[in-house]
């Protein structure tokens, strides 16, 4: 068979895994303090031009976001993210389980505006009646999206400058974020850390075993965060786990030289279904590939190929997702188009 599903199919890059037998049996503090911590902390911060910011390792992208949004929130505030943002429908609830409702808003292919926002929270706050309302205190977007896209530097700028009008934090959930620095794209790491209040660098999907990187970027860390860490049960007692692993991605920029490898696949398997004449669902940019199938198509081919099925496109039509990840075997690539 071969894997198209996800980006989070293998276990971790080579150099991940040879970084974490080589430290081993070292004798190391536990709950991230350590040495690779402050190492890999210390490689984020340069990476992200930004020497004061405050940087914390947590196991799993859900946890990430739901710890960092609950931090951040008052307990009367909601967090406002597009329709199809991931904390609003795949994960659970898990924002809503710490009290804090999300609060959608329109969105054009996975994208939320500083218009949208702007003009939710005009109406938000000319409703004589808005502190009998849950309180929008936070603007949530990922990088890429849902579908893959791309927001570009001035519709972060723009986003941003909202945000602070209104002064509510911008987070940026960087699940693929390797995969958004490897694509044609204006913006970088720096540029994030500038605009979004907090964001996190995406290890789960981008070559690592699991774990993701919270950047705070204005000295804005909430207070005892490593406390709420520990009582969402987000804290690993190893934590040298998460700062060996980021240790060896932000190494000789492993960590962007592996989005590309995914990007350069993805772009060869784009440029085939274009060839072939398939139909696209939508432009994606990154490693996340959307296209629209016919039914009977979709068994043929899921006997040789794993993919996902991600929503109906019409009784006899389905949209599926093919992704390509850092472990992408050209070969693999070769094959499948071979199938179509």
Same mark, same amino acid.
């Given at each position: 068979?071969?894997?198209?599903?996800?980006?989070?199919?293998?276990?971790?890059?080579?150099?991940?895994?040879?970084? =974490?037998?080589?430290?081993?049996? @070292?004798?190391?503090?536990?709950?991230?303090?350590?040495?690779?911590?402050? =190492?890999?902390?210390?490689?984020?911060?340069?990476?992200?031009?930004? %020497?004061?910011?405050?940087?914390?390792?947590?196991?799993?992208?859900?946890?990430?976001?739901?710890?960092?949004?609950?931090?951040?929130?008052?307990?009367?505030?909601?967090?406002?993210?597009?329709?199809?943002?991931?904390?609003?429908?795949? @994960?659970?609830?898990?924002?809503? #389980?710490?009290?804090?409702?999300?609060?959608?808003? %329109?969105?054009?292919?996975?994208?939320? *505006?500083?218009? @949208?926002?702007?003009?939710?929270?005009?109406?938000?706050?000319?409703?004589?009646?808005?502190?009998?309302?849950?309180?929008?205190?936070?603007?949530?977007?990922?990088?890429?999206?849902?579908?893959?896209?791309?927001?570009?530097?001035?519709? +972060?700028?723009?986003? *941003?400058?909202?945000?602070?009008?209104?002064?509510? %934090?911008?987070?940026?959930?960087?699940?693929? +974020?390797?995969?958004?620095?490897?694509?044609?794209?204006?913006? *970088?790491?720096?540029?994030?850390?500038?605009?979004?209040?907090? &964001?996190?660098?995406? !290890?789960?999907?981008?070559?690592?075993?699991? !774990?993701?990187?919270?950047?705070?970027?204005?000295?804005?860390?909430?207070?005892?965060?490593?406390?709420?860490?520990?009582?969402?049960?987000? +804290?690993?007692? /190893?934590?040298?786990?998460?700062?060996?692993?980021?240790?060896?991605?932000?190494?000789?920029?492993?960590? #962007?030289?592996?989005?590309? *490898?995914?990007?350069?696949?993805?772009?060869? =398997?784009?440029?085939?279904?274009?060839?072939?004449?398939?139909?696209?669902? +939508?432009?994606? %940019?990154?490693?996340?590939?959307?296209?629209?199938?016919?039914?009977?198509?979709?068994?043929?081919?899921?006997?040789?190929?794993? &993919?996902?099925?991600?929503?109906?496109?019409?009784?006899?039509?389905?949209?599926?997702?093919?992704?390509?990840?850092?472990?992408? /075997?050209?070969?693999?690539?070769?094959?499948?188009? @071979? =199938?179509?």
């Amino acid at each position: 068979m071969l894997y198209f599903e996800n980006d989070y199919s293998e276990g971790a890059h080579e150099k991940v895994l040879k970084h =974490l037998i080589d430290t081993n049996m @070292e004798q190391l503090s536990g709950y991230g303090h350590d040495t690779y911590c402050d =190492l890999a902390k210390q490689k984020i911060k340069e990476a992200c031009a930004c %020497p004061d910011a405050e940087i914390f390792f947590i196991s799993g992208g859900t946890q990430t976001n739901q710890i960092v949004i609950d931090a951040m929130l008052q307990g009367y505030e909601g967090v406002i993210a597009a329709t199809t943002g991931h904390v609003s429908g795949h @994960e659970a609830g898990a924002i809503e #389980f710490t009290g804090h409702k999300v609060l959608t808003i %329109p969105q054009e292919n996975g994208k939320i *505006s500083a218009e @949208e926002i702007k003009k939710y929270l005009t109406t938000y706050y000319g409703d004589a009646s808005y502190d009998h309302m849950v309180f929008p205190g936070m603007v949530y977007i990922t990088h890429p999206t849902e579908y893959g896209t791309l927001y570009t530097k001035a519709e +972060l700028e723009e986003i *941003s400058a909202v945000c602070h009008e209104y002064d509510i %934090p911008l987070y940026l959930d960087g699940a693929r +974020l390797g995969y958004a620095l490897a694509s044609e794209t204006d913006v *970088s790491l720096a540029d994030i850390a500038n605009y979004c209040d907090v &964001f996190y660098i995406g !290890g789960t999907k981008v070559g690592a075993l699991c !774990g993701e990187a919270v950047v705070f970027t204005k000295k804005n860390m909430p207070k005892h965060f490593f406390t709420s860490v520990k009582q969402h049960g987000g +804290l690993l007692a /190893k934590g040298r786990l998460l700062g060996v692993q980021f240790d060896a991605l932000f190494t000789d920029d492993l960590y #962007f030289e592996i989005g590309k *490898s995914a990007i350069a696949c993805a772009k060869k =398997l784009k440029d085939a279904f274009r060839d072939k004449g398939y139909t696209f669902y +939508l432009d994606s %940019p990154t490693n996340q590939i959307f296209i629209v199938l016919e039914n009977q198509k979709i068994d043929e081919l899921q006997k040789e190929v794993v &993919f996902g099925r991600w929503e109906k496109a019409d009784e006899n039509h389905t949209v599926v997702r093919f992704v390509t990840s850092w472990a992408t /075997k050209e070969e693999d690539v070769e094959r499948l188009i @071979e =199938l179509l």
